[in-house]
């Protein structure tokens, strides 16, 4: 995972902050994204926002959060510059970024093939349409998700492509067994990613394919108690949501990897920290930060 996810240190909040997901694949001007990034930058500045930003010629992906007064103005901003867009919103307690950042990239979520581009509208199916098919149809259900995504809850019966990356997901597509005469219907945590991943499938002949339309964050949103089982990954400090799209209470990021940690361990330093179960395994990872493995390592090799 991104460094940008890694060690976030909690700050309570005198009320929550409003968190606003969003994406939009519009035209940018290339010439135009260093003006577009010093604009984002002062902006978010100004109202006081935290939270990621990332631009391309491709359009904008973004999570962000605030108070919802700035919240509010942040969408306004979206909508005039970047067109209609739909927002998944959810709330926390603690602080869920540490800055305000906003990037450049070749794409605003990384397929690593910039041949596909999503445009419009295409095979979307609404949470309640997904939730009637699911339910009378005989289906595929396809995760578009990482690894250490699906480890944490996927829907009911879904298959998992076992992606480190999403950059693999294309190879996924082209070297699967899924059968091409069965309806696919695809998923990921705010739609995103489902956007490309569908153009990915069709390319390699999938032609009944269909994405949830806002992901697992719109789904939860409607139907809490409904066919997604365990809890959905973020990314940012909340590590996962629940059903009810609360900040999770079972997972911390694992100070050595970033990935979600669920295992409880006490540090030589006194303190306690969870961990993932990969670096569990290791005697240095038994340790609640980066510095003390370093220091529990050179104790070690004096041994």
Same mark, same amino acid.
């Given at each position: 995972?991104?460094?940008?996810?890694?060690?976030?240190?909690?700050?309570?909040?005198?009320?929550?902050?409003?968190?606003?997901?969003?994406?939009?694949?519009?035209?940018?001007?290339?010439?135009?994204?260093?003006?577009?990034?010093?604009?984002?930058?002062?902006?978010?500045?100004?109202?006081?926002?935290?939270?990621?930003?990332?631009?391309?010629?491709?359009?904008?992906?973004?999570?962000?959060?605030?108070?919802?007064?700035?919240?509010?103005?942040?969408?306004?901003?979206?909508?005039?510059?970047?067109?209609?867009?739909?927002?998944?919103?959810?709330?926390?307690?603690?602080?869920?970024?540490?800055?305000?950042?906003?990037?450049?990239?070749?794409?605003?979520?990384?397929?690593?093939?910039?041949?596909?581009?999503?445009?419009?509208?295409?095979?979307?199916?609404?949470? !309640?349409?997904?939730? %009637?098919?699911?339910?009378?149809? /005989?289906?595929? @259900?396809? +995760?578009? $998700?990482?690894?250490?995504?699906?480890?944490?809850?996927?829907?009911?019966?879904?298959?998992?492509?076992?992606?480190?990356?999403?950059?693999?997901?294309?190879?996924?597509?082209?070297?699967?067994?899924?059968?091409?005469?069965?309806?696919?219907?695809?998923?990921?945590?705010?739609?995103?990613?489902?956007?490309?991943?569908?153009?990915?499938?069709?390319?390699?002949?999938?032609?009944?394919?269909?994405?949830?339309?806002?992901?697992?964050?719109?789904?939860? !949103?409607?139907?809490? %108690?409904?066919?997604?089982?365990? /809890?959905?990954? @973020?990314? +940012?400090? $909340?590590?996962?949501?629940?059903?009810?799209?609360?900040?999770?209470?079972?997972?911390?990021?694992?100070?050595?990897?970033?990935?979600?940690?669920?295992?409880?361990?006490?540090?030589?330093?006194?303190?306690?920290?969870?961990?993932?179960?990969?670096?569990?395994?290791?005697?240095?990872?038994?340790?609640?930060?980066?510095?003390?493995?370093?220091?529990?390592?050179?104790?070690?090799?004096?041994?």
């Amino acid at each position: 995972m991104a460094s940008e996810y890694r060690n976030i240190y909690t700050l309570a909040m005198a009320s929550p902050l409003s968190i606003a997901a969003c994406y939009a694949f519009v035209p940018v001007d290339e010439a135009a994204l260093a003006a577009l990034r010093e604009d984002l930058m002062l902006f978010g500045k100004k109202i006081q926002l935290q939270g990621l930003v990332l631009i391309a010629p491709e359009g904008v992906n973004a999570t962000v959060a605030g108070s919802a007064e700035a919240i509010q103005e942040w969408k306004a901003y979206v909508t005039e510059h970047f067109g209609p867009t739909v927002f998944k919103d959810s709330k926390s307690e603690g602080k869920v970024f540490r800055r305000w950042s906003v990037k450049i990239k070749e794409e605003i979520v990384g397929l690593k093939d910039t041949s596909i581009r999503p445009a419009g509208r295409h095979r979307h199916l609404s949470p !309640e349409e997904w939730q %009637e098919v699911i339910n009378k149809e /005989e289906v595929i @259900v396809l +995760d578009a $998700r990482n690894d250490y995504e699906t480890a944490l809850g996927k829907f009911r019966g879904a298959v998992d492509p076992g992606l480190r990356t999403f950059g693999e997901f294309t190879e996924f597509a082209q070297s699967s067994a899924l059968p091409k005469d069965k309806k696919i219907l695809m998923y990921c945590t705010g739609g995103i990613r489902c956007e490309k991943a569908l153009l990915a499938m069709e390319a390699a002949g999938y032609e009944d394919v269909y994405q949830l339309e806002g992901g697992i964050l719109a789904y939860l !949103e409607r139907f809490p %108690e409904g066919e997604f089982e365990g /809890e959905c990954f @973020v990314f +940012d400090h $909340r590590v996962a949501v629940d059903q009810y799209l609360r900040p999770s209470q079972i997972y911390d990021l694992c100070p050595h990897c970033g990935d979600p940690g669920d295992q409880m361990i006490e540090c030589f330093c006194g303190k306690k920290k969870k961990i993932c179960s990969l670096c569990q395994k290791d005697d240095v990872c038994q340790t609640c930060s980066k510095r003390c493995a370093g220091e529990l390592r050179q104790k070690l090799a004096r041994v």
